[in-house]
Structure formats: structure tokens, C-alpha cells
């Protein structure tokens, strides 16, 4: 059961104080009767929503893709900085939304974000084996050794080994090498920490694709939008949800 002036600002109908007022003309009706109780109680799956005379059908998750720019944190709360939550406009802030798994402040690239929490799980558990592609400058060269190093596992730090993981090398000289690595990973700052773990550093890092999912080159960096039927399919599919 869930409250009323929620669901309705879950389907867009504006803040919590923009549906209380529509709630308080007595423009709402549950199941044929007027409600002006913003606290009514229902279950927005088996009820009949009508807002001024026109049925509504309810959305309880939401899932989207945000190109995340440089400067902003994967968190939903922050005293200081500003997080990618700050970037969603309030229709889909009222889904409460969380970014699935976290790129580092300077990270840029692609971000899920939703309130389906058993999808989060699955895709940012390594149980599941689910990709993650990044683009990254690294401040020097490259070879064949680095490549077999990430297939074997690098160890981390913290004496950490990493899962197996692909290094492809798209360009390398004496100065700067351009990668691209696939894990399956999330731990902190990982493809970072993996770099470092060869005495190299990474300079720009991107996540281009997640889950078989590509970012959405249309987007900007700041920029988001609804996953489509399709990819959330695919994601579902990955990550074997019926």
C-alpha cells in the first residue's frame, strides 16, 4: 500500500504540494469514489486511478541513462558537492532514484540510475558477470605484458586479486596509451587502482558501456534520459529477471 499524493507525483503530476492541491479540488478518484485525503492508502497496481476524468496507469520503477560529467558524485545526498541526483528534474526525483554502482567524481561516461533495487543487485554483483566498458588515456605505453597481466587478475593494493578482465589497446607510444578495459567489478576505484598496481597512471577514464548497454552518444554530459523498452529488456535479460 502505498500513499496517494506519492503515486501521484510518481506519475508526474508534479511535488508532493502540487498533487495535494489537485487532491484537494476533488479532480482525484480511486476505484469510481473522490478521495481528498492525501494520505488515503492503495494499492496503485490493482486500484483504478482517475485524475480529472482520465485514467491513469501507475509506474512504480524507473530507470534511466545519464551521461555523467566530470565534478559530480554517483550519490543521492552530499553536503558539499553536487551529485547526480542534483541533475534530474523533479518529475524524476520523486521516484527516489539511486545511481547503480558509482564512477569516481572525475569519471565521466555512462550511469544507470533506478529504484528497482533487485536490478541494482544483479547488475553490480560479480556473481552475475556483467561487463562494464571504459575508454582511458593512461600516461604512458602499453604492450602485450599489460594485456596478459588483466587476463590473469591484477592485484590490487590491498592485496586484493581482481577477476580476470580485458585490456584492449586501441594507441600507444612513449607518452600516453588509449585503452579500452572491460571488468566486471565495481570495488573502489578499480580500474584506477588496477593501472596502478603496474606503475601507470590513468589520465581520463569513461565508462562507454554497461550491462551491454552503450551510452547514448546524443547525450551531452549532464544529460539523461528513460530507458527504452528494449534496453531495459536486454537488462533484464542479463541479469536472468523474468
Known sequence: MERLDKVLANLGYGSRKDVKKIIKSGEVKIDGEV??????????????????????TYKKNIY?????????????FDDYDRTVIDLLEEQHKVFDPFPVGRLDK???????????GELNHRLIS?????????????????????????????????GYKCMPAKLEILKADE???????????????????????????????????FGGLNLDERL???????????????LRIICKIC
Open 35 to 56: 478521495i481528498k485525503d492525501n494520505n488515503y492508502q492503495l494499492d496503485p497496481i490493482k486500484s483504478t486511478i482517475k485524475v480529472n476524468g482520465e485514467e491513469v
Open 64 to 76: 534511466l541513462m545519464m551521461n555523467k560529467p566530470d565534478g559530480v558524485i554517483s550519490a543521492t
Open 106 to 116: 572525475d569519471t565521466v561516461g555512462l550511469l544507470l540510475l533506478t529504484n528497482d
Open 126 to 158: 560479480p556473481k552475475w558477470h556483467v561487463d562494464k566498458v571504459y575508454y582511458a588515456k593512461i600516461d604512458s605505453e602499453l604492450n602485450k605484458n599489460d594485456i596478459e597481466e588483466f587476463k590473469k587478475g591484477i592485484i590490487l593494493d590491498d
Open 175 to 209: 607518452n600516453e596509451s588509449e585503452v579500452k578495459v572491460t571488468v566486471q567489478e565495481g570495488k573502489y576505484h578499480q580500474v584506477k587502482r588496477m593501472f596502478q598496481s603496474l606503475d601507470k597512471k590513468v589520465i581520463y577514464l569513461k565508462r562507454l558501456s
Open 220 to 234: 551531452d554530459e549532464g544529460e539523461y534520459r528513460e530507458l527504452t523498452v528494449s534496453e531495459l529488456e536486454k
